[in-house]
């Protein structure tokens, strides 16, 4: 069985990315199983020092990250996947029973050391968005990926 950890910073959003993240993660079932992780913010302030704050959460990520399991970082610099690439990671994954965290930061990203660390860097456009709408798209497109592999409508 495929175990995806969605690890995502920020733990007091909107109810509608909450909303939107939950319906695309739940629907994914059977051979794969996939989770919304929250990983608490580090408090902001007008003076606050960033790279400490994204050193902060990054422990806080890696405490949440299976052992084992690929880490795969969202950034901007990453890589671009389409839709059907994706779904052949996810199926070459299923098969080789390996575990995957995807990984999103909050609004100044992840600290460099994380990225460096990460098995694979990619990003969901070349566009920049929201870690917010990042945490949907990202939901949507692992039920998307899923979906193609298991030869549901849903991708067309």
Not at 66 to 86: E, H, K, V, W
């Amino acid at each position: 069985m495929l175990k995806i950890k969605l690890l995502s910073v920020g733990d007091k959003l909107p109810a509608w990315v909450n909303e939107g993240t939950r319906e695309y993660i739940n629907r994914i079932r059977g051979n794969t199983s996939a989770e919304l992780v929250e990983i608490p913010a580090q408090k902001r302030g007008k003076h606050a020092d960033v790279p400490r704050i994204l050193a902060r959460e990054s422990e806080a990520i890696l405490k949440q990250h299976t052992p084992g399991a690929r880490l795969i970082c969202l950034d901007r610099q990453g890589r671009a996947y389409d839709s059907l690439t994706f779904a052949d990671k996810i199926r070459d994954w299923q098969q080789l029973g390996q575990n995957i965290s995807f990984v999103i930061g909050g609004p100044e990203g992840l600290d460099t050391n994380l990225l460096a660390r990460a098995d694979e860097t990619w990003t969901l456009s070349k566009m920049t968005f929201t870690h917010h709408v990042a945490r949907i798209m990202l939901a949507e497109q692992l039920y998307r990926a899923w979906s193609i592999t298991e030869g549901l409508p849903y991708h067309r």
